[in-house]
């Protein structure tokens, strides 16, 4: 075996086991919890606060009742299928809002990355912070399949905030905005 083999490959191979190994250790719907069962359809949103992109705390219940919801956690602030996402999210702001919903993105950046997020890319909706994901943990958004990246999950709820559609795929990011967007709809 040469030095290279020796230096490199061989502790890559290592880290992957061990990566699988972690991953699949766990078969509780929710990864991070095992106490925890993971959000389905027929849920309820769980009650949490956090902040948001403007440092204000934002609490769900001042939406639970009033507005159908859909809260789409995303891997990380201005990566490129994240920042599809939001920015398609974003076009399709003004049809969201005739539907009667509020867009709630989740991921575990800071207020000041989310901030700096939403000026970039313009985006009209609520950026909350998730730092320790907490509320990641909460509804169950699985990771990848080594559980390195955190998943991309969207939960749309009717308006007293039961479940009605979640969408997970890491791939598919801006599949996530049309699939909120066609059951809100049937909703009317």
């Not at 990864?31 to 069962?37: E, L």
């Not at 009667?100 to 000026?119: D, M, P």
């Not at 912070?129 to 709820?157: H, Q």
């Amino acid at each position: 075996m040469n030095i290279f083999a020796r230096k490199w490959v061989l502790p890559l191979i290592t880290l992957l086991i061990v990566a699988i190994m972690l991953n699949f250790s766990n078969k509780s719907p929710n990864k991070y919890n095992s106490d925890m069962k993971a959000i389905q359809v027929g849920d309820m949103i769980p009650e949490f606060t956090l902040l948001d992109q403007n440092g204000t705390l934002f609490d769900i219940k001042s939406v639970l009742g009033n507005k159908k919801l859909v809260v789409y956690f995303y891997p990380k602030d201005d990566s490129p299928g994240c920042t599809k996402e939001a920015c398609y999210f974003r076009d399709l702001y003004e049809v969201f809002n005739a539907t009667n919903a509020v867009i709630i993105g989740i991921s575990g950046q800071s207020v000041e990355s989310h901030k700096k997020f939403a000026v970039k890319y313009r985006l009209s909706f609520t950026l909350l912070s998730d730092s320790g994901n907490k509320v990641r943990k909460l509804f169950g958004v699985p990771t990848n399949a080594l559980g390195l990246l955190p998943g991309r999950v969207t939960y749309v709820a009717d308006r007293q905030g039961k479940v009605v559609y979640i969408f997970n795929s890491q791939a598919q990011a801006e599949r996530h905005v049309d699939e909120a967007l066609k059951i809100l709809k049937e909703l009317n």
